[in-house]
């Protein structure tokens, strides 16, 4: 009976997030933990599974960027209920904390939103802090949260410098060590990247957060 | 009467407040709504449509989504609206001919139509990529004025000067961009053509300041070159974007209006993107008191134009603009294969003969997707140039049937496109004299065009 119910909650959240529907999201979670059932697991076996499926639909373009948006928030919301009735019991590890910006001199931000939009879908913890940013700003933010990663896009070549910035400017503060320092955008290449000491560099959004579960992965040595 | 650019400065103060995020969502969702209201599809079987009902639906469609959303200035979180009367009264008396370079070099740019037999402008070049030295600038700009069918030149990027990288806001990016045009004026002297016009100034500057400092004719920069002012996607702008038109029009510097829709960002799908095309086409016109259009649609995962959707996008909103309309507009090709690859002249031939045949002008080429250094040369806008002029002798019909037959040469590559080579590897760094085997290539893929259809010499 309750294998039953958890199927049937479960599926119902799956395809609340796939369809971007926050209200039933929400309202599914709600239920979820109401009748009682595991919300890790419900994470684990609905939101996950949902992220996933979402990814993979963006990368092949069979849904698009404000399709995106909305299952992020459908996840955000579902998540929030479940990890709330989690902490009630015990403390839920994050995925990982992503600092993400565009770096100062540059305003264009589709890019930078698809690949935050898709880190919030997949369950990190994201501070988006938008365009133009200076980098002691992107800095003094990762050291707030303690961000894992730094993420930063530039669309234009005259922008990309803005990258070399904020690593030389870690670097400066000999803090570098601290954080992965992830790099892309219109103008970046995987020769920048090395050029410039980025821990690692993407072409595409979903590519991007791949790289950086990955990177979490082998710096922490376990599986995020 | 016309809207003059205090009112529009007065609009993006006193507008309607909204948030970024619910202006966003907003147009996804409205530009989705439009695209069924009028029955707007997309068609993979034909890249190259020609149904002008369905080019003018998405004309109607990308007016009625620009008149009812406006534009959404970023720097105060305002809309700004524009009614249906401001905005055809602007159509109405939109140029119809601006005029562009010096002396014998000086030509007009007129509005052309679905199978028009005239030949397009032909705006040739780099598109901005970047490249590593003035040296490199030099030699580059000198061989895109010696390509015959140029009307007017786009020049690269530097990415350094004196061997410095550029950072933007800094003088360094002054100095770039005045270097871009002094460099780039000395180069078409060289070749011969002192007049012909730089239409993208100035693609090292991307700072208000910095474009600014560039514009003084002190260091090149002439009235009767192009000055390009983007349009944030979808439907945005800020006071960076109007201090940078304001002043270029305050110079008289004839302002394009720069477009680059995403397919599969805010503007969604393939009839939403070529609506949102189209909406920015008015964006232009309305905000930045546009002479001329410049439109990129681009792929969100490929960031190049020319796989099969984005075809269709820029083919159906190149005819809904040329259709209904006397904007002088040109689309800009990006490529994701880099020199001296097939692929890329695969790209190449796919995309312009198609746009020519559409009814509009073209900016040739933005080679390896303008990103990678120095991963261009002269060829790539030259063969632009010819595949254009062959193209005019066409039928929309004709280049469906060729466009149909070269993409499956290249689409199942887009994801993971070769790079080729880079330009001090395929060309002489002093003389930019362009190696054999490149040319020999050239001559092969040209010959499979014309077995194709294509009456390319």
């Given at each position: ?38 919300p ?117 070549t ?57 990177l ?9 | ?82 009614s ?77 000067v ?14 770039g ?36 400092s ?12 192009g ?10 702008t ?11 029009k ?50 969100a ?13 820029r ?23 880099g ?36 991963r ?49 590897e ?32």
């Amino acid at each position: 009976m309750r294998k039953m119910l958890e199927e049937k909650y479960f599926a119902e959240l799956r395809e609340a997030i796939i369809a971007g529907d926050v209200q039933r999201a929400r309202e599914c979670a709600e239920k979820i933990v109401k009748e009682g059932l595991d919300p890790l697991k419900a994470i684990e076996e609905a939101i996950q599974p949902a992220a996933k499926i979402v990814g993979e639909k963006f990368e092949k373009l069979e849904i698009f960027l404000v399709d995106l948006i909305m299952s992020a928030d459908a996840m955000k919301a579902a998540a929030e209920v479940l990890t709330s009735a989690i902490k009630a019991k015990r403390p839920l590890k994050p995925v990982g904390k992503v600092v993400i910006a565009t770096v100062q001199g540059d305003i264009h931000d589709i890019g930078k939103n698809i690949v935050a939009a898709l880190l919030v879908a997949n369950g990190f913890e994201v501070y988006d802090l938008g365009v133009d940013v200076p980098a002691l700003k992107i800095i003094e933010k990762a050291e707030e949260v303690g961000a894992d990663v730094i993420a930063l896009s530039a669309l234009m070549t005259s922008t990309m410098r803005g990258q070399k910035d904020v690593i030389d400017m870690l670097k400066a503060m000999s803090i570098r060590d601290k954080y992965i320092v992830v790099v892309g955008g219109g103008a970046t290449t995987a020769e920048w990247a090395r050029e410039i000491g980025a821990d690692g560099w993407a072409e595409t959004a979903p590519e991007g957060v791949s790289l950086i579960r990955r990177l979490i992965e082998e710096k922490r040595g376990v599986k995020p | 009467m016309k809207i003059t650019m205090t009112e529009i400065v007065e609009r993006a103060l006193t507008g309607k407040p909204c948030s970024e995020r619910e202006f966003d969502i907003r147009l996804s969702k409205r530009a989705r709504e439009l695209v069924k209201e009028y029955g707007i599809s997309y068609d993979p079987a034909n890249p190259v449509p020609r149904d002008f009902g369905l080019a003018n639906s998405v004309f109607k469609a990308g007016f009625q989504l620009f008149c009812e959303l406006g534009v959404y200035c970023t720097s105060t979180n305002r809309i700004m609206s524009f009614s249906e009367e401001e905005v055809r009264y602007a159509l109405k008396h939109a140029p119809a001919e601006v005029w562009f370079g010096e002396g014998i070099d000086r030509r007009a740019l007129t509005p052309r139509k679905p199978e028009d037999k005239r030949p397009p402008w032909c705006f040739l070049g780099a598109a901005g990529a970047p490249v590593s030295s003035e040296q490199i600038l030099s030699i580059l700009v000198e061989s895109y004025a010696k390509i015959p069918q140029a009307n007017s030149i786009t020049t690269p990027a530097l990415t350094r000067v004196r061997g410095v990288r550029i950072s933007p806001g800094t003088p360094l990016e002054i100095l770039g961009a005045i270097e871009t045009v002094r460099i780039a004026r000395e180069a078409m002297r060289r070749a011969g053509r002192p007049g012909l016009p730089i239409m993208n100034l100035v693609a090292t500057a991307t700072t208000d300041s910095s474009l600014i400092s560039a514009l003084n004719s002190e260091f090149g920069a002439r009235s009767s070159d192009g000055v390009l002012v983007g349009i944030l996607a979808e439907l945005k702008t800020n006071f960076a974007l109007l201090n940078k038109a304001f002043y270029a029009k305050s110079l008289g510097f004839r302002i394009a209006g720069e477009l680059g829709p995403v397919y599969g960002g805010y503007a969604g799908g393939a009839g939403e993107t070529a609506i949102v095309t189209v909406a920015e086409h008015l964006m232009g016109l309305m905000v930045y008191q546009a002479d001329w259009y410049l439109a990129f649609p681009v792929h969100a995962i490929y960031t190049a134009n020319s796989s099969r959707e984005l075809l269709w996008v820029r083919n159906i909103s190149a005819q809904a603009i040329s259709l209904n309309t006397n904007l002088l507009s040109l689309y800009l090709s990006y490529i994701a294969a880099g020199p001296m690859t097939e692929m890329a002249l695969y790209e190449i031939a796919a995309q312009i003969s198609s746009i020519v045949v559409s009814g509009v002008s073209i900016e040739a080429v933005g080679v390896a997707k303008a990103r990678h250094e120095d991963r261009l040369t002269p060829i790539e806008p030259k063969f632009a140039a010819e595949v254009a002029y062959a193209s005019t002798r066409l039928s929309l019909q004709d280049v469906n049937e060729l466009v149909k037959q070269i993409l499956p040469r290249y689409e199942d590559k887009l994801k993971n496109p070769p790079l080729g080579k880079k330009f001090q590897e395929i060309c002489d760094i002093e003389t930019g004299r362009v190696s054999r085997e490149y040319l020999e290539l050239v001559t092969k893929v040209k010959k499979e065009l014309s077995d194709l259809g294509l009456p390319i010499e």
